[in-house]
């Protein structure tokens, strides 16, 4: 709290601390008690094995709400895949080749090729 300078010469400043305390103290509210937390012990946890199975139940579980495609939906867009990467693969194959041979161009004065 800052400082605060008496109003009248007859107010301390000791009682308008105790003022000011009182007011925070009428106008909060008091913080609700935390319940306590229990703490299982360990004999109580079911061993490993119980709790895999468990997960793994989990894990097929949500496998079974997975929406998978059909089959000609994979064969297709694995199509569509391998035809994008040897497109990419010819362009920049293309790309190097040509660069290669600029470079061969300037330092030596012949096209050099990548294949010799």
């Known amino acids: ?31 609700p ?13 079911p061993n490993i094995f119980k709790r895999m199975g468990k997960g793994l139940k989990g894990v097929f579980s949500e496998l079974k709400k997975v929406s998978w495609t059909n089959g ?21 194959f293309g790309i190097d080749y040509v660069l290669s041979g600029l470079l061969g161009l300037i330092s030596n004065g012949k096209w050099t090729t990548i294949f010799i």
């Open 1 to 31: 709290m800052a400082n605060k300078k008496p109003k009248n010469a007859n107010q301390s400043v000791e009682t308008m601390k105790q003022q000011d305390r009182a007011a925070v103290n009428v106008d909060s509210t008091p913080a």
């Open 33 to 45: 008690k935390k319940p306590k937390k229990t703490v299982k012990k360990n004999s109580e946890k």
């Open 72 to 92: 000609k939906d994979v064969v297709k867009n694995t199509a569509v895949v391998l035809v994008v990467v040897v497109l990419f693969f010819i362009a920049l």
